[in-house]
């Protein structure tokens, strides 16, 4: 199949464009190069078209798109806390941008498009664990961002063009990338590895779900193949506190002694959530290998 992949460049992107090549499929690339990195390709680079570009230049994207199958668009921006502070950007880059690329695969006859969105469309969840049939109700503007590009994939469905929806849950692991706006891992392990005790937001009680990002690409490069309507939950199915995390990490670099520092829950955080992933078990045969313990290994490896 010819796929085009938005995003390909970034820490999830590079990883599924990996396993899209290993599987004999013909794969362009497109990606602003921002957060995501051509290192990240360079154990595919020669097999893949990459385009260093932009998802809001129609007229790239147009070309782009000529003889696709599937389009998998993971191009996104990504931050609870800098939503917060640029709402305007992440509405054009999060929801507008999906919708013009949704736009243009209808018009260049893509059939088949695989929107990568996030938890944080639940907001505080009513149960755990949580369900896709459970109501959303986004608590930050990144959020509402995914959510309200959710629905325009929705909306899509009677236009000529499939939708797949995955909701992923906090993935980790190698090339993670690092700044003020990373994931709580990559966070922990750059302080972790500086001496410095992680920090955390809250009482460290709050839960996540924690999924190795090899077994998400796994099962993303499935959905891509096995293509079907609607949404799925990805993660481990397994909730750890962040205490528990900064823990577990510390023994794995080996500073075992090394303890948090407890700062203000910050604004749009959830306290709990873990995914129920019957419905990606079932539909594509998702069973997660790696365990929290081991991911944390292979990450600060």
């Not at 199958?69 to 507008?96: F, G, K, R």
């Not at 009680?205 to 309507?229: C, I, P």
């Given at each position: 199949?010819?796929?085009?992949?938005?995003?390909?460049?970034?820490?999830?992107?590079?990883?599924?464009?990996?396993?899209?090549?290993?599987?004999?499929?013909?794969?362009?690339?497109?990606?602003?190069?921002?957060?995501?990195?051509?290192?990240?390709?360079?154990?595919?680079?020669?097999?893949?078209?990459?385009?260093?570009?932009?998802?809001?230049?129609?007229?790239?994207?147009?070309?782009?798109?000529?003889?696709?199958?599937?389009?998998?668009?993971?191009?996104?921006?990504?931050?609870?806390?800098?939503?917060?502070?640029?709402?305007?950007?992440?509405?054009?880059?999060?929801?507008?941008?999906?919708?013009?690329?949704?736009?243009?695969?209808?018009?260049?006859?893509?059939?088949?498009?695989?929107?990568?969105?996030?938890?944080?469309?639940?907001?505080?969840?009513?149960?755990?664990?949580?369900?896709?049939?459970?109501?959303?109700?986004?608590?930050?503007?990144?959020?509402?961002?995914?959510?309200?590009?959710?629905?325009?994939?929705?909306?899509?469905?009677?236009?000529?063009?499939?939708?797949?929806?995955l909701r992923l849950f906090n993935v980790y692991g190698p090339r993670q990338g690092f700044s003020q706006y990373s994931?709580?891992?990559?966070?922990?392990?750059?302080?972790?590895?500086?001496?410095?005790?992680?920090?955390?937001?809250?009482?460290?009680?709050?839960?996540?779900?924690?999924?190795?990002?090899?077994?998400?690409?796994?099962?993303?490069?499935?959905?891509?193949?096995?293509?079907?309507?609607?949404?799925?939950?990805?993660?481990?199915?397994?909730?750890?506190?962040?205490?528990?995390?900064?823990?577990?990490?510390?023994?794995?670099?080996?500073?075992?002694?090394?303890?948090?520092?407890?700062?203000?829950?910050?604004?749009?955080?959830?306290?709990?959530?873990?995914?129920?992933?019957?419905?990606?078990?079932?539909?594509?045969?998702?069973?997660?290998?790696?365990?929290?313990?081991?991911?944390?290994?292979?990450?600060?490896?």
């Amino acid at each position: 199949m010819r796929i085009v992949v938005t995003g390909g460049a970034g820490f999830i992107g590079s990883h599924l464009v990996e396993r899209l090549v290993w599987r004999g499929h013909d794969l362009v690339v497109l990606d602003n190069l921002v957060t995501g990195k051509e290192d990240n390709l360079q154990k595919v680079i020669n097999e893949i078209d990459f385009i260093e570009g932009d998802i809001r230049d129609d007229e790239l994207v147009k070309r782009l798109l000529k003889g696709a199958d599937v389009v998998a668009h993971l191009a996104a921006l990504t931050s609870v806390s800098e939503s917060m502070e640029e709402p305007y950007l992440y509405h054009e880059i999060n929801t507008s941008g999906t919708l013009r690329l949704l736009q243009l695969s209808v018009e260049s006859g893509v059939k088949n498009f695989l929107f990568v969105s996030s938890c944080a469309v639940y907001g505080d969840p009513t149960k755990i664990p949580i369900k896709e049939t459970d109501p959303i109700s986004p608590l930050s503007i990144y959020a509402a961002t995914k959510a309200s590009a959710e629905a325009y994939c929705q909306a899509y469905n009677s236009m000529g063009i499939r939708t797949c929806v995955l909701r992923l849950f906090n993935v980790y692991g190698p090339r993670q990338g690092f700044s003020q706006y990373s994931g709580v891992i990559s966070q922990f392990t750059e302080r972790t590895r500086k001496g410095q005790p992680p920090i955390i937001f809250g009482d460290g009680k709050q839960t996540r779900d924690f999924a190795y990002v090899g077994d998400v690409a796994t099962l993303m490069a499935t959905a891509v193949e096995k293509f079907s309507e609607g949404v799925f939950n990805v993660g481990s199915g397994k909730s750890s506190t962040i205490k528990g995390l900064a823990e577990t990490l510390a023994r794995t670099m080996g500073k075992p002694d090394l303890q948090p520092v407890y700062e203000e829950p910050r604004p749009g955080e959830v306290r709990y959530s873990r995914a129920d992933i019957s419905r990606a078990r079932k539909v594509f045969g998702f069973r997660p290998e790696v365990s929290l313990e081991e991911g944390l290994r292979l990450t600060v490896r």
